[in-house]
């Protein structure tokens, strides 16, 4: 497999005047052609602001950044936690592209979605506005709009909130990117519109051979596309798997405790949804030990206090399976299935 983007050890921090906020926090993973990779987690884990570090987004002077993001472009490779503007610049939207979260305020109303989908284009081609106006329509088709040669030239109020994703999509694509960039692609979409968005980014993965990288707090999302998956609290990976060890098989307490709120088809709706307790940590002020721990229900199996003086590494007995635990991963293996079971 072609390995496009390789994270390595990276940590992001916003400098503000209440404190430090270690918002990623040694974060790794690779991303290959054709490959959906997954990152979850509740809201304020760490998972847009990993997104936006890949896409070199952040402002430089308010952001601290260290470790490494390698993308590759061609024969070559950008680190871009280390290149400059210029060079990242030259990457975003033509090597590495991003769907945001909201493409009702991603679009801007006053600007035909030609001219939006032009702008993308002559970014990387400029003075070929003819090009890039075929280029547009191109996209909208791959997309499913329907007569893209007269919608091209409609405001994005005249689009349902389906269709503005779409053109969120064809927006992306206008460069052809090999990595694209997924943050909360179904968000505030119904169930029938989420299914095409999913089935259509599926569809062009397979045309395209790019690699996906999907940010998302949304389970059954994940489980219907993604072929790993990486669990992020406060700021670290707490787990790390394909997507049938960690729906099947998980071996972290907050892995655990997501899948276990939500609803499964096999209780018919008999069993209680298991809520994790508590909120999570202030990223100002970090727990010591363990970042889950006083959530955990497990802390009491682990002897000498150990969860709130030292945070567990990510290891496994698997290369392919790693999660953050001070509990024996057989031991938690076994207590895991039979409540995931119950």
């Known amino acids: 497999m072609t390995k496009l983007l390789s994270i390595e050890n990276l940590s992001v921090a916003f400098p503000t005047d209440d404190g430090l906020v270690k918002a990623v926090d040694g974060v790794s993973f690779d991303l290959n052609a ?8 509740e809201s304020g884990s760490g998972k ?5 570090s890949v896409m070199g987004l952040h402002n430089e002077k308010r952001t601290q950044i260290s470790g490494s993001i390698k993308v590759q472009d061609g024969d070559k490779t950008i680190d ?34 030609s001219d939006q989908l032009s702008e993308a284009y002559l970014a990387h081609n400029p003075r070929q506005k003819k090009a890039a106006l075929d280029k547009a329509i191109q996209m909208l088709e791959l997309v499913g709009i329907p007569q893209p040669e007269k919608r091209v030239h409609d405001y994005p109020h005249q689009f349902s909130g389906g269709m503005r994703q779409r053109v969120m999509i064809a927006m992306a694509l206008m460069n052809d990117p090999k990595i694209l960039i997924a943050d909360e692609p179904t968000t505030a979409l119904d169930v029938t519109v989420q299914a095409q968005i999913l089935a259509l980014l599926a569809d062009l993965q397979k045309k395209l051979n790019m690699g996906i990288l999907l940010i998302t707090h949304d389970l059954g999302v994940v489980a219907q596309v993604a072929d790993r998956v990486n669990v992020m609290y406060a700021g670290k990976i707490v787990e790390s798997g394909s997507v049938e060890d960690i729906f099947y098989k998980p071996l972290a307490p907050y892995s655990l405790g997501l899948l276990q709120s939500i609803p499964r088809h096999e ?15 202030s990223l100002i002020n970090l727990p010591k030990g363990c970042s889950f721990a006083p ?22 007995s698997r290369a392919t399976h790693l999660s953050r635990c001070h509990i024996e991963e057989s031991e938690r293996a076994s207590l895991f299935a039979k409540m995931l079971v119950k």
């Open 34 to 41: 054709g490959e959906t990779v997954a990152v979850v987690g």
């Open 48 to 52: 847009t602001v990993t997104s936006l």
């Open 267 to 281: 209780d018919g709706g008999s069993n209680k949804l298991h809520a994790i307790a508590g909120q999570p940590p």
């Open 80 to 113: 871009v936690a280390t290149a400059d503007s210029e060079t990242t610049r030259g990457m975003r939207g033509r090597v590495v592209s991003m769907i945001f979260q909201d493409p009702m305020s991603s679009l801007h109303p006053y600007f035909k979605i």
């Open 295 to 316: 959530r955990c229900e497990f802390k009491s199996k682990v002897a000498g206090g150990l969860c709130d003086s030292k945070m567990p590494d990510l290891v496994g």
